[in-house]
């Protein structure tokens, strides 16, 4: 693929952390030991590691002139057909104005039809939010990555229980991801079959803020890599670990 990108849509915004010594209780003042601004978003934070990771990548979604601002729109059709696709080896959808990524998606799909297999754009989607129309995703992902909100919504208690229940909801071939914090995360390949890798915990929790954007991200990086599912799900899982023992990003690869 030489150095074909990977592109990643969505949400790029401002978060503000307050550090503090202790999780505050409700209704109580807490000192705040440190507070800093930083860049957020999932689509955003994912394109940060896999910067990090040092893969070629590339984000699209609104960005605003100053720290502040309001109302910015999604990525529409009509800004993604302006994309040229002959840049990208894998376009990542953080799941958002979803019948409008749908639209983007098949561009893609139409794309792919007139390719070599080598030249073909892989397609992933984000469903993390529990909204309605965000799980007409799921059939449009060759790899589908589900939140543990959002299979606790539909009543799984597990990873993997998530995994069989949401299996007919995708496209033939796919590959369906379901990190679950603590517990690690599970896959199920194109062919059905199941992977686990537990978690690896760092010695101190520090900042758990952006740790399913940095296993995406790593996931991502191994597949586009042409790395196995299990290798990537380990390799998420260690990355994410060790960004939830770090501020921000930083030293998350040492």
């Known amino acids: 693929m030489g150095d074909k990108k990977?592109?990643?849509?969505?949400?790029?915004?401002?978060?503000?952390?307050?550090?503090?010594?202790?999780?505050?209780?409700?209704?109580?003042?807490?000192?705040?030991?440190?507070?800093?601004?930083?860049?957020?978003?999932?689509?955003?934070?994912?394109?940060?590691?896999?910067?990090?990771?040092?893969?070629?990548?590339?984000?699209?979604?609104?960005?605003?002139?100053?720290?502040?601002?309001?109302?910015?729109?999604?990525?529409?059709?009509?800004?993604?057909?302006?994309?040229?696709?002959?840049?990208?080896?894998?376009?990542?959808?953080?799941?958002?104005?979803?019948?409008?990524?749908?639209?983007?998606?098949?561009?893609?799909?139409?794309?792919?039809?007139?390719?070599?297999?080598?030249?073909?754009?892989?397609?992933?989607?984000?469903?993390?939010?529990?909204r309605e129309p965000l799980y007409q995703l799921f059939p449009h992902g060759d790899v589908v990555f589900v939140s543990k909100d959002v299979a606790r919504h539909f009543g799984f208690d597990s990873a993997s229980a998530a995994l069989k229940g949401f299996s007919n909801r995708l496209r033939k071939g796919a590959t369906l991801i379901c990190a679950w914090a603590e517990k690690g995360a599970d896959a199920m390949g194109p062919d059905g079959t199941g992977f686990h890798s537990d978690a690896f915990p760092p010695e101190k929790l520090v900042d758990t803020l952006g740790a399913g954007d940095t296993f995406n991200a790593a996931v991502i990086y191994t597949l586009a890599n042409g790395g196995g599912l299990q290798p990537a799900l380990t390799f998420g899982c260690q990355i994410a670990g060790k960004k939830c023992g770090v501020h921000g990003y930083d030293g998350i690869l040492q």
Request: aromatic share 6%; net charge negative.
């Open 6 to 130: 990977i592109l990643s849509i969505g949400l790029v915004c401002l978060d503000i952390i307050n550090v503090v010594d202790k999780y505050p209780e409700e209704d109580s003042d807490t000192r705040c030991l440190s507070q800093r601004w930083q860049r957020g978003g999932n689509a955003s934070n994912t394109c940060t590691v896999l910067s990090l990771l040092g893969a070629p990548c590339a984000f699209m979604g609104s960005l605003a002139p100053g720290p502040v601002a309001e109302n910015l729109p999604d990525v529409s059709i009509e800004d993604f057909s302006k994309v040229d696709l002959k840049q990208y080896k894998w376009i990542h959808w953080e799941g958002r104005n979803a019948e409008e990524q749908v639209k983007m998606i098949e561009r893609v799909r139409e794309y792919n039809s007139k390719q070599e297999e080598k030249n073909k754009i892989t397609i992933s989607v984000e469903i993390e939010k529990t």
